[in-house]
């Protein structure tokens, strides 16, 4: 279980979540800071995945951690350098199934924050964990891989960077995915080192295009379906663990020293999930379709286990989670997707706090706020005699 | 509670002796109210708020809004305030009301510069809470409201309305139509004063009859 508490931090004055549900999305107006609260948490999840290699390998007899944290370098990235005030606060909390609490505390410290983390992970609660963070900024994909090799240096900041990264290995093992929701398909060639993204049609009108050629509702949600789809079926932790940790200490001449306390098999693992805005370009049917699918390869098709949380702006799919809900409290079609309401937490971010939208009386979430600017419209248009 | 706010609200604040406070009550077993409590509304659809009252309990109404505007200016400027308290005369009910409407003229302040009404759902909350806490801060007052057997804060939108041959607004607030007691959502602020929050739009109603905790 994990918790996160966020004070005075950029557009955030006081975000406290007590316990971050499998499924988690935040709505609010732009700027209110619905994507900051997300790359905090991805941040801590990060910064706990790192304390948990580390007490690892500490526990393996491997003493000195190839992993420092420069909080410099992530609050960079991140983007956060103006957000730290003097007063800012973050704590993230992991709560293992033992009752013990790991806690990462983030305070200022002159330009950037300061970490402290109260203790090191206890052998029988090392978990290995794996973080995504689908940006807004995904719908450069296509271009940047049809022009890469010619934008080499090239920086597009360390978000895209980092969805690329995760789109170019999911490509690695997924070569075709039907996106029923756009009644196409989309499809991966190789040649070479070079890997061609394409668009086919799946009804009659026969057609294939280059992704980047495609509609820009497709190219922003080939990457929200495609990745976590790979991360939840195909990612292995055990060839990520051997990438990062073991050839490092075949590297370092250490591989000898390393006493492995546990296998890694026997390991919690899990896979958290970032997306912004997944409904971007899409039309108000896709957009629930998409969410759909989305659920459907986190939760009903995944092999490993993932959290996921989005932000959005949509009514659409605010509105759709009730009938997502309610398809599971009836047991409606065994085929449909669903969502137990008790896995599920709905955040409308306003004035820098947390209002929780999920009903405490009814097994909804209230989307009353998502209907204001229609009853606005219509209001404003009695009103003109 | 009228002697409360008049004496006690006012000598916590240090604020001379209120004077009269527009009280109504009622026993129908339905009724509705808009925000100032002068017109008690029996039928379904001339009010805002909406409330059913099978068992005909005696209900009170206090317009807290403008007993607000009456006291000194230095107090009553840039008060957060709600419209309404109401209670019943047995120690069932104690409810604070916010009556929201859309009319643009209700909600001028809020409406940004392409015509559109932004935070009103917000204000509703936000009045609401300031009430609240102006109120628990009396002790008596927090006493008195403490004897009863359920404590809300309520918000209640008016029922929305469009041309006829537009569905867009019915189908936008279609969530009001699964639920006909209200939405009661998390506030831990009002909770730590026992006090629940309820919205209520479209046709849903207050129930008095509803069994107790």
Not at chain 2, 38 to 64: C, E, F, H, Q, R
Request: proline share 3%; glycine share 6%; hydrophobic share 35%.
């Amino acid at each position: 279980m994990e918790s996160i508490w966020i004070r005075n931090f950029g557009p955030l004055k006081d975000i406290k979540i007590d316990s971050i549900k499998p499924f988690t999305v935040f709505i609010g107006e732009s700027g209110s800071g619905k994507s900051t609260i997300m790359k905090v948490i991805a941040l801590c999840r990060w910064l706990y995945k790192m304390h948990n290699i580390r007490s690892y390998l500490k526990h393996s007899e491997i003493s000195k951690s190839p992993f420092r944290y420069r909080m410099d370098t992530y609050i960079r990235n991140c983007g956060f350098e103006k957000y730290i005030k003097t007063d800012t606060e973050i704590i993230y909390t992991a709560k293992s199934k033992s009752g013990q609490i790991y806690e990462i505390k983030l305070t200022k410290n002159k330009s950037s924050l300061n970490i402290k983390i109260n203790s090191d992970v206890r052998a029988e609660d090392i978990c290995f964990n794996k973080i995504s963070f689908i940006s807004e900024t995904r719908n450069v994909i296509p271009l940047w891989a049809d022009k890469g090799a010619s934008f080499t240096g090239g920086y597009l900041g360390y978000y895209f960077h980092e969805v690329f990264g995760d789109f170019d290995l999911a490509t690695e093992f997924i070569k075709d995915m039907d996106m029923s929701f756009l009644d196409v398909k989309f499809g991966v060639k190789k040649s070479g080192a070079q890997k061609k993204y394409s668009i086919s049609s799946k009804g009659k009108e026969v057609f294939e295009i280059d992704l980047k050629n495609s509609s820009s509702g497709t190219q922003n949600s080939v990457p929200v379906l495609l990745i976590p789809k790979y991360f939840s079926k195909y990612f292995s932790f055990e060839e990520a663990f051997n990438r990062s940790v073991l050839s490092y200490l075949s590297n370092t001449d250490r591989l000898t020293a390393f006493k492995p306390i546990k296998n890694l098999g026997e390991i919690n693992k899990k896979i958290f999930i970032h997306i912004e805005e997944p409904e971007l370009s899409l039309y108000p049917d896709a957009q629930c379709q998409l969410i759909s699918d989305l659920l459907s390869v986190c939760f009903v098709e995944n092999k490993n286990k993932v959290e996921l949380i989005l932000s959005t702006h949509s009514p659409y799919i605010i509105n759709y989670l009730n009938l997502l809900i309610k398809r599971s409290e009836k047991k409606a079609n065994g085929k449909e997707v669903s969502i137990e309401f008790g896995n599920l937490a709905v955040y409308h971010v306003i004035d820098g706090g947390l209002e929780d939208l999920i009903v405490q009386n009814e097994k909804l979430v209230n989307t009353n706020l998502l209907s204001e600017t229609i009853n606005s419209i219509y209001d404003q248009y009695n009103a003109i005699e | 509670m009228e002697t409360l706010l008049r004496n006690d609200f006012t000598s916590y604040y240090g604020l001379p002796v209120a004077s009269g406070i527009l009280k109504k009550a009622t026993n129908l077993s339905y009724f509705e109210l808009k925000d100032d409590v002068n017109l008690i509304y029996p039928n379904n659809g001339d009010g805002i708020a909406k409330y059913k009252n099978t068992n005909s309990l005696l209900v009170n109404m206090l317009n807290y809004e403008a007993f607000i505007d009456t006291l000194p200016q230095s107090f009553c400027q840039n008060r957060k305030k709600c419209d309404l308290i109401v209670y019943t005369d047995s120690p069932q009910y104690f409810l604070l009301n916010e009556l929201t409407d859309t009319l643009p003229k209700y909600v001028d302040s809020f409406i940004n510069s392409y015509g559109l009404q932004q935070g009103k759902r917000e204000k509703a909350i936000s009045q609401l809470k300031s009430s609240l806490f102006d109120l628990m801060a009396v002790s008596t007052i927090r006493t008195f409201s403490d004897g009863f057997d359920e404590k809300r804060c309520c918000f209640f939108n008016k029922k929305p309305n469009a041309p006829s041959v537009i569905i867009a607004v019915l189908a936008f607030n279609r969530l009001n139509t699964i639920s006909q007691n209200g939405l009661q959502m998390s506030n831990p602020e009002m909770e730590v004063f026992g006090f629940s929050l309820y919205e209520y739009s479209g046709d849903q109603s207050l129930s008095l009859s509803q069994p107790l905790k």
